[in-house]
């Protein structure tokens, strides 16, 4: 396969391109927008253009996942009940009639809690930041990001705060996506999946109650689907799974680029730190972290993507970070700059992020409680999480100097 008259000899490899994701994507720009992977026998979309042309195309459709876990049940002879059952609940998983029905659902859900998780988050938030302030130190992965979501739903659902650890997902995601996930990736995560299901289903089942549930069980039953305890506890867990990691990425590779941006050293509260301002800030940070990796599709009939023809049955990787960083579209892309506008941190078209105007707020929630601890530095032992699907740090330790 050839592109521009050039063969495309570059080896496109998934977990070396999530360790160092910009230098190995930017050696594929000199080949177009789109680029043919002949060992992967797929399409990959680099450019913000092309991006923006695969989320609006109809004819290229998401990969549908459960179908995915249910052939490979078959297949191996793995049981993927709980995999196969979350993943039922997950929009991004389906097109058509039930991606319409579960982007009602997250919508009704999120805009009838979007202001108990705000309250919810500036009281964590606070709470998790003062540790830090008075240790003058912590793991601003593990001991911050890694917690708000899960702390807050736990709180929603009744969950012990003992026991909210459990709600954790990170190892789950590689398996959960199942793209390039190995049979113990997928094992791995359907077996955790199962252990939060149980969790979740057996605190509704209690018939303990509370605003939250009930808002859950509204949801559903105004978007016309069932309302039962094994429903509500699905759509939980896809809850926890679709804000956990993405709310985490968010936000480690969000300060530790601010970090970079600072030489190692911030205080959000300078005006002459040299960072945009305000929200700004927020969709700059969303723009370089690009928490989702990419997201996979196939043609359901000939098409086009900028000017490049695919064929019916043709799958096509729209890699978010690379589209990100599309130099075109985002001059000097690895410096945080005011005023961009047009990054794709949450999809769109019909796969646009429902969440988009929450994680916003919550992000703003965070740089306004950064900015008030004292000075920020950086310190060894900063890791990235080896995770296919989302772009997170697992550590990111930080010390924190007191304002004089």
Request: proline share 5%; aromatic share 6%.
């Amino acid at each position: 396969m050839t592109l521009w008259g050039t063969p495309v000899t570059l080896d496109y490899n998934h977990r070396a391109v999530s360790e160092t994701p910009q230098a190995l994507l930017d050696p594929f720009r000199e080949y177009g927008d789109v680029v043919w992977l002949p060992k992967l026998n797929r399409w990959l979309v680099l450019s913000q253009p092309a991006a923006m042309e695969t989320l609006r195309n109809s004819s290229l459709q998401v990969l549908k996942r459960r179908d995915m876990a249910l052939r490979l049940e078959d297949q191996v002879g793995l049981n993927l009940a709980a995999l196969s059952s979350v993943l039922n609940w997950i929009p991004f998983s389906h097109d058509g009639a039930r991606h319409s029905d579960l982007r009602e659902a997250f919508g009704r859900l999120l805009t009838s809690i979007t202001a108990d998780y705000l309250k919810a988050y500036e009281d964590v938030s606070s709470e998790l930041l003062e540790k830090m302030r008075v240790a003058e130190q912590g793991d601003f992965a593990t001991g911050y990001a890694d917690r708000l979501h899960l702390e807050i739903v736990g709180r929603f659902i009744g969950v012990p705060p003992s026991e909210r650890q459990k709600l954790a997902c990170h190892t789950a995601l590689d398996g959960f996506i199942l793209n390039n996930a190995s049979v113990r990736e997928i094992r791995d995560a359907n077996t955790q999946l199962a252990a939060i299901l149980e969790t979740v289903h057996a605190l509704i089942s209690s018939g303990q109650s509370s605003p939250f549930l009930e808002k859950v069980g509204d949801a559903l039953r105004q978007t016309g689907l069932e309302d039962t305890p094994t429903s509500r506890s699905e759509c939980i867990v896809a809850l926890i799974v679709l804000g956990d990691d993405t709310q985490a990425g968010a936000l480690t590779v969000g300060l530790a680029s601010m970090l970079d941006a600072c030489d190692g050293a911030l205080c959000l509260d300078a005006a002459d730190n040299g960072l945009p301002k305000g929200q700004s800030l927020v969709d700059e940070v969303l723009r370089i972290a690009s928490p989702v990796k990419n997201s996979a599709r196939y043609a359901t009939e000939d098409t086009m993507i900028c000017g490049h023809a695919i064929a019916k049955g043709e799958n096509v990787t729209l890699s978010f970070q690379a589209a990100n960083f599309d130099p075109k579209a985002f001059p000097c892309p690895h410096m945080l700059k005011d005023g961009r506008r047009g990054h794709v941190a949450f999809g769109g078209a019909r796969h646009l992020c429902t969440a988009m105007p929450l994680v916003r707020k919550t992000l703003a929630i965070t740089f306004r409680h950064l900015a008030t601890i004292g000075r920020i530095e950086a310190r060894p032992g900063r890791q990235l999480a080896a995770c296919l699907t989302v772009h997170r740090y697992e550590h990111l330790p930080i010390r924190i100097v007191p304002e004089p």
